[in-house]
């Protein structure tokens, strides 16, 4: 990262691995930390298959192939992750960075320059040969510490739909997004239509 005439290069790769890995870290919390998404409650029998089938959808992850031990990791993770999203939406910095210290230190984060003969090397915040899971719990922490560390975090928000705790980044520049899903959005604008039918008798 160099500093030019009042600009940053680099900002624009630092984004990029922020939102990508707070995708990844908002997937893992919504499909393994809370019971309630996009209409309807997801028991917590079931919640486990669900995490199954969206994380084998993920462009992230689907690749990778999650034993039932790596997803009560990754849910130990997630409730912690789950913590310091919803503090930082209520602006507790403080108690979030402690969950995502925890974190941190137990999943190995650590910079490493991934780097393989002939190819370019690129930043990571694990080491080469962690295991899957400690890797996606090490960058989502990390990604949450750098939209606590550049003052962000009023970008992370909690869907408005009803029966929906779900929770996204906002990536647009107005900071206007309320939903976390077009689901939701479609969900929430058919239920103001029909309370406006309803307030409105012909
Ligand atoms: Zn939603």
New binding site residues.
């Given amino acids: 990262m160099t500093i030019v005439g009042g600009g940053i290069t680099g900002q624009a790769a630092i984004d990029s691995y922020v939102a990508t890995w707070v995708d990844l870290c908002l997937a893992i919390v919504n499909d393994l930390a809370i019971e309630v998404?996009?209409g309807r409650q997801v028991p917590a029998d079931t919640g486990l298959a669900d995490a199954f089938a969206h994380l084998a959808a993920n462009p992230l992850t689907k690749d990778f192939e999650v034993s039932s031990a790596d997803v009560d990791d990754l849910g130990s993770a997630a409730r912690r992750l789950h913590i310091a999203i919803d503090t930082c939406i209520a602006g507790d910095l403080l108690t979030a960075a402690f969950a995502l210290n925890t974190v941190l230190a137990e999943f190995g984060a650590v910079p490493n320059l991934h780097a393989t003969p002939g190819g370019v090397p690129h930043l990571a915040f694990h080491g080469a040969d962690a295991p899957i899971v400690d890797a996606w719990a090490a960058e989502s922490a990390t990604a949450l510490a750098f939209l606590i560390g550049t003052r962000q975090t009023h970008r992370l928000g909690q869907?408005s739909?009803d029966t929906?705790d779900?929770y996204y980044l906002d990536s647009t520049k107005n900071a206007s997004r309320r939903?976390?899903?077009l689901?939701?959005q479609n969900r929430a604008k058919s239920a103001a239509y029909r309370q406006k039918r309803r307030d409105q008798p012909e």
């Fill in positions: 998404r996009q869907c739909a929906c779900a939903f976390c899903s689901a939701c």
